[in-house]
């Protein structure tokens, strides 16, 4: 055999080799689909259906699904049910339990080529500026395993606006690769990732008018040093006014540890003698001095005390004041919403018609009004009669 015969058999040879050893498809041939609801009374539908392929390499799969987030400087809570996980059309029981800020659910996918995921999430509609409501939602997150492609549909009530499709990892979200209504003939917004790492959030927004989105949630303020030294213009005013009372209390003590000593340096002999040399002031003694700015210091720092505490009280009462216009303004819509309106009438409910047509009560005011001329009138209706 010749040279070149060696060379082709030698490349069939491996050809063959690498056929016959192809490895089974990895786990980013897996895509997902997502399909979601949101309705009027801030509740969100959300399954999630995975295609998972024959020889895909995937016998497991994990999601975290949050209960609680940290945004804003606040803390959401959410709470999901209705936990649901089917494979091929039969339900499968999950591996479900609460970490610290989401709930984990594990179940296995070997053989099976659809697996879905469904539940409810209750806390997505908070209050937002404006007096609007937002909703803000990861459709995904927390995920095991990366994604060949994610793509999905989510529809919304009448009346929403600002809908937005971000990813991501935690902080650093970008646009989705592609958001929108939905093609002609389907509802709601279509949206498309393309792949997706492991762990990898798609997050949905939008805000609505407040007339038609109840609201569901409400995020607690994390205090800490950042959000502290991070006051209005009131808190900087109410922080200037206690600092400046402060300085000039310490200016104050300071001048009366003052005082004696000066006082002192300034006596003059009361018999003097004239061979002695006159008493020059006494200058202020080291030790005192040292005293007055020790006490400066104090007051320096129980100042700025009061200034921390200050502003934590005053931030407190404004989120109580807050708290308690949005439940008075719920109270009253409610009541508007659910009272009926009373009928004013047509001036006559108060007094009975008489046979002319007008109500008899304006006439028994007046006859309460001038009663001598009602007894005239009853003298005169008897002489009639007589």
């Not at 990895?26 to 959300?46: E, F, P």
């Not at 959401?76 to 591996?95: F, H, K, Q």
């Not at 439940?327 to 108060?350: F, H, I, K, N």
Request: aromatic content about 6%; some cysteine; glycine content about 12%.
């Amino acid at each position: 055999m010749s040279r070149s015969g060696r060379v082709a058999g030698a490349l069939a040879g491996v050809l063959l080799a690498m056929v016959g050893l192809a490895p089974a498809r990895a786990a980013t041939d897996v895509t997902l689909d997502i399909q979601a609801s949101l309705s009027r009374d801030g509740v969100l539908s959300l399954t999630q259906t995975f295609m998972v392929p024959l020889d895909a390499d995937q016998s497991w799969l994990a999601e975290d699904i949050p209960t609680t987030l940290e945004r804003d400087g606040s803390h959401y809570s959410y709470r999901i049910e209705d936990l649901t996980v089917m494979a091929d059309g039969m339900e499968v029981s999950p591996d479900v339990h609460d970490e610290s800020g989401v709930k984990s659910v594990g179940f296995a996918v070997a053989g099976a080529t659809q697996v879905s995921v469904s539940y409810t999430v209750t806390g997505t509609t908070t209050w937002g500026a404006g007096n609007g409501v937002d909703f803000r939602w990861p459709v995904l997150a927390g995920l095991s395993l990366d994604l060949g492609e994610v793509t999905g549909t989510i529809q919304f009530p009448y009346g929403a606006k600002n809908e937005e499709c971000v990813t991501g990892m935690d902080d650093a979200m970008v646009a989705c690769s592609s958001f929108g209504h939905a093609p002609v003939g389907a509802l709601g917004h279509s949206f498309d990732q393309g792949q997706a790492a492991a762990g990898q959030m798609i997050e949905i927004r939008a805000t609505f008018p407040r007339q038609t989105m109840l609201v569901t949630g409400s995020g607690t303020p994390r205090w800490g040093w950042a959000r502290a030294f991070t006051p209005g213009g009131t808190q900087i005013g109410l922080a200037i006014l206690v600092v400046v009372s402060g300085a000039l209390v310490s200016h104050a003590l300071h001048r009366r540890s003052r005082r004696p000593y000066d006082t002192v340096g300034s006596i003059t002999p009361i018999t003097p003698i004239p061979q002695i040399t006159p008493i020059t002031p006494i200058t202020p003694i080291t030790p005192f001095t040292r005293v007055a700015w020790a006490r400066i210091a104090v007051v320096a720092a129980v100042a700025l005390t009061a200034v921390l505490v200050a502003y934590t009280t005053f931030a407190l009462v404004g989120m109580a004041a807050i708290l308690a216009s949005v439940l008075a303004l719920t109270v009253v819509a409610d009541g508007r919403m659910d009272g009926s309106v009373d009928d004013p009438g047509d001036g006559r409910a108060d007094g009975r018609l008489g046979e002319d047509g007008r109500t008899e009560a304006p006439r028994r005011e007046r006859d309460d009004q001038n009663p001598d001329q009602r007894e005239g009138g009853g003298e005169r209706d008897q002489s009639q009669h007589a």
